[in-house]
């Protein structure tokens, strides 16, 4: 009874912030299925329908089956592109104790330091130097480069916690370094492969300001997070169909999370018990 109630605000806490996320969701959840009147006149009330209409209205007038495709594959490809980048980097890094990697691991570590906006015109520069301004090739290329700092730094956390006899055993039977990293540090960091998957997926899928400078409003080469502010009208706007889009958007990232929920979890706890 006394540990009950010791931990008895903890479990008000508990409760009073998932109530604080759970309205919300709700409220976003229920609007889909309204129309505007719905929506102000009875805001928590459950929709009179869950037909689907506005996820259709909002589906067509945004082109959301092209900005879906679209984002699905500048993420996918800038995902595999960090991966191969940053896997090699961090198995350096975790590897070498000469003081260059030391010091090239702390320069990883300033890229947190570097607001996003701040390399934004000198990246819109680059875009037309090269002749990939107005493309989603340059995203490929660019959005890696942002994503280097975070995904280094974990990997190679991850990366030094394997022992070293295992690669001095597999050294002995010949394996050279690429199966060293492949055969040997991937499948033991797969918990911080998968935390770094979700992490970037997050960044590149709700990725905006450089979707919109760098591939425009294009229908055909735009992103989800472009498309959706096309709903909105000076007019008036159709909250319904606007939230509807919104949930669109959102499957593809619940599917990711449920993916790879269970890796992170394990890189957290494994995290929690070496601290």
């Known amino acids: 009874m006394k540990l009950g109630k010791r931990w008895l605000p903890a479990h008000l806490l ?134 280097m700092p975070l995904s280094v730094v974990i990997l190679v956390q991850f990366m030094r916690t394997i022992p070293r006899e295992m690669e001095e055993a597999a050294r002995m039977d010949g394996a050279s370094t690429y199966t060293v990293l492949r055969h040997i540090y ?10 770094v998957l979700l992490l970037n997926f997050l960044t590149f899928w709700n990725e905006y300001l450089y979707s919109l400078i760098i591939i425009g409003p294009d229908p055909e080469q735009r992103t989800v997070q472009v498309a959706l502010p096309t709903l909105k009208a000076v007019t008036g706007t159709d909250y319904g169909v606007l939230t509807a889009g919104t949930v669109l958007t959102l499957v593809p990232v619940w599917v990711v999370y449920t993916v790879l929920q269970k890796r992170m979890q394990q890189a957290l706890v494994n995290g929690a018990v070496k601290a």
């Open 14 to 147: 508990v409760w009073t912030y998932a109530v604080l996320l759970i309205v919300p969701l709700y409220y976003f959840l229920a609007s889909a299925f309204k129309s505007n009147e719905e929506i102000f006149a009875h805001p928590f009330a459950l929709p009179s329908s869950f037909g689907f209409g506005n996820f259709r209205t909002a589906y067509d007038s945004a082109d959301l089956g092209t900005a879906v495709v679209n984002s699905a594959l500048v993420t996918a490809l800038a995902l595999a592109l960090t991966l191969l980048l940053a896997l090699p980097a961090a198995f350096a890094l975790a590897r070498s104790r000469s003081r260059l990697a030391s010091a090239m691991e702390k320069i990883f570590s300033l890229g947190f330091l570097i607001p996003t906006f701040a390399a934004l015109f000198p990246t819109f520069l680059l875009a037309a130097a090269t002749g990939l301004f107005h493309t989603r090739l340059f995203m490929v290329l660019f959005l890696p480069a942002t994503a």
């Open 186 to 195: 991937i499948p033991m960091c797969l918990p911080g492969i998968a935390t």
